[in-house]
Nanobody, 122 residues
Framework: EVQLVESGGGLVQAGGSLRLSCAAS????????IAWFRQAPGKEREGVSC???????YYVDSVKGRFTISRDYAKNTVYLEMNQLKPEDTAVYYC????????????????WGQGTPVAVSS
């Protein structure tokens, strides 16, 4: 059974940092892409960043230069380091996985975590 468990969310002031973790199990980690999505209240879910098994990474323009995705193959864990946080980054953050290359479209992902909330105060 595929399991994704996010952690690391919380309340932070604008300009601060958080590191989200996504612990994965139940599938072959190396050949799966992992993506981070977020959904703010009243808004559609959007792709934030994703990483293929080969290490290729993608970021939505609004987080480029501030967020960094990485994965620890020994721990089957993907991280999202978030720096210079802004109030508009406030959302519930989800990780998701799919076999193959990373995509920023949530329609391509079948397995999701439960989400971790991030709130950035101004």
């Amino acid at each position: 059974e595929v399991q994704l468990v996010e952690s690391g969310g919380g309340l932070v002031q604008a300009g601060g940092s958080l590191r989200l973790s996504c612990a994965a199990s139940g599938f072959t980690f190396d050949d799966h892409a992992i993506a981070w999505f977020r959904q703010a209240p009243g808004k559609e879910r959007e792709g934030v960043s994703c990483m293929s098994g080969d290490g290729s990474t993608y970021y939505v323009d609004s987080v480029k230069g501030r967020f960094t995705i990485s994965r620890d193959y020994a721990k089957n864990t993907v991280y999202l380091e978030m720096n210079q946080l802004k109030p508009e980054d406030t959302a519930v953050y989800y990780c998701a996985t799919r076999r193959g290359i990373a995509m920023m479209d949530d329609r391509w992902y079948d397995d999701w975590g439960q989400g971790t909330p991030v709130a950035v105060s101004s």
